[in-house]
């Protein structure tokens, strides 16, 4: 997974929350869009995980 898409979609997605809450969306609406912000945020630990792992994989010569 690439972090830095991974990084962008989350942003856009907490720009759209953040938007819609001042317009007033209904709140199973922000509710969605937080899950899917919960949903980015997690790939995104996992792909800083992943990518952390493959550097301590080559420090340890592995």
């Known amino acids: 997974m690439d972090i830095q898409t991974l990084t962008v979609w989350i942003r856009s997605h907490y720009a759209a929350l953040k938007a819609g809450k001042d317009a007033g969306q209904t709140s ?3 509710a969605l869009i937080a899950g899917a ?3 980015g945020a997690g ?3 996992l792909a800083i995980r ?3 792992m493959e550097k301590i994989g080559i420090i340890n010569g592995g």
Request: net charge neutral; no cysteine; glycine share 0%.
């Open 28 to 30: 199973a609406e922000l």
């Open 37 to 39: 912000l919960l949903v």
């Open 43 to 45: 790939l995104l630990v």
């Open 50 to 52: 992943t990518k952390l």
